[in-house]
Every structure is written in structure tokens, then in C-alpha cells.
């Protein structure tokens, strides 16, 4: 049976860099940011989100995320409400992925709240990758032009990196591009020596 391995980071951590690296050693990878941005996009999911948060936040019937994000990243209670309406979706969503892949030993699945949506525990294996928090800070604020301030409520929304560590089976200290690539080879080794055992 296919083993789902759950990849998580705060914000800037670097998470998309270590799917990349798996997608090249041929693990297919489920993106869940990416899968609620399309899902986002369907007309039943925009429905629910006028209903909660108003008609204000779409413009030419095309929903303003970075409008949304301000809200919700500063609101933890409309944070988990536009939860509640999304992880149902991406949920469903990936078991249709799942079952398009599940000739593989094992798929991935991206997500930066896998702990805080409960998802991990759906997850054989965990990877949480890490980054020190400034580093983190740098690279979100290249990354997204957003001010310093939207950065820190977004990471005050997620989890702290020891409550992951703690619930992780391997941890990626993402610093260097080259060592970070090595964990990953190193991580795969070890799925699949337990693979072969079971």
C-alpha cells in the first residue's frame, strides 16, 4: 500500500524546495497550498466565502487572496472558519490524487498546517523542515513583498517549530541547498530500508 509521507515548515522554512527535491527523485508530490488555490476558484467554495466574509473581497467575481490573508492571518476565529470550508475540500481532493498514484510506495504531501488541520495524522511519516526564524523572515519577505509585520502574524498563526519537531519523524535543517538535497537522499534511504522490512 502506498505510504503517505506528510512534508510540513512554518512559513519560509523551505518546504516547497524539499517537494522539488522528491519530485526529482520521482515521488509524485501533492502541493495543498497550490490544491486550495484552485479549489478556491469553484463556484460552490466562492459561495461559502461571500456568505462568511462578504462580497467586498471579490472584485469582478475574482476573489482578492491578499485581502483575505489580512483578514484571516490577523482573526484566528475567521482563520479556522475559512478553514473549515477549504480542508474538507483539499481533503476529497487528495484522495482522488491518491488513488491516481497509489502504484507508487510513496507519495507526499505538502502542507503548511498539516498539524494544525489534524492531517498528520493521516501522514505514515512526517518530515518537518526547519529554518532559523530570521532566515525564515528573509526569505518570505523576497518571496511574497510583504512587510515584516504580515510575516510575524502569519507565523504567530502556525504552529511553533519545537510542537512540530516533537511530532515529526525526521527533521530537515534547510540552511544549505546542498545539505538539504543529502537529508532528503538520506530520508528516502531509510523509507525505503522500512519499506523493505515490512
Excluded at 497509489?102 to 504531501?109: A, E, F, T
Excluded at 526547519?130 to 504552529?159: F, G
Aim: aromatic share 8%.
Amino acid at each position: 500500500m502506498t505510504k503517505i509521507i506528510g512534508l510540513t515548515g512554518g512559513i519560509g522554512s523551505g518546504k516547497t524546495t524539499v517537494a522539488n527535491y522528491f519530485k526529482e527523485m520521482g515521488i509524485p508530490v501533492y502541493i495543498a497550498d497550490d490544491a486550495a488555490k484552485e479549489i478556491m476558484k469553484s463556484k460552490s467554495i466562492i459561495e461559502e466565502i461571500k456568505v462568511l466574509f462578504g462580497e467586498f473581497l471579490f472584485e469582478n467575481g475574482v476573489l482578492n487572496r491578499a485581502r483575505l490573508a489580512e483578514i484571516v492571518f490577523n482573526d484566528r476565529k475567521k482563520l479556522d472558519q475559512l478553514n473549515a470550508i477549504i480542508h474538507p475540500a483539499v481533503k476529497k481532493d487528495f484522495q482522488s490524487w491518491l488513488k491516481e498514484n497509489n502504484d507508487n510506495d510513496y507519495v507526499i504531501y505538502e502542507a503548511a498546517i498539516l498539524f494544525e488541520s489534524g492531517r498528520y495524522k493521516d501522514c505514515d511519516f512526517v518530515i518537518t523542515v526547519t529554518a532559523p526564524e530570521e532566515v525564515r523572515i528573509e526569505r518570505v519577505l523576497r518571496r511574497d513583498k510583504n512587510t515584516r509585520e504580515q510575516v510575524l502574524s502569519r507565523m504567530k498563526m502556525q504552529w511553533k517549530d519545537e510542537e512540530r519537531i516533537s511530532k515529526s519523524n525526521f527533521i530537515i535543517i534547510n540552511n544549505n541547498l546542498k545539505n538539504t538535497k543529502e537529508e532528503v537522499v538520506k530520508i528516502l534511504k531509510i523509507l525505503n530500508i522500512k519499506q523493505n522490512q515490512s
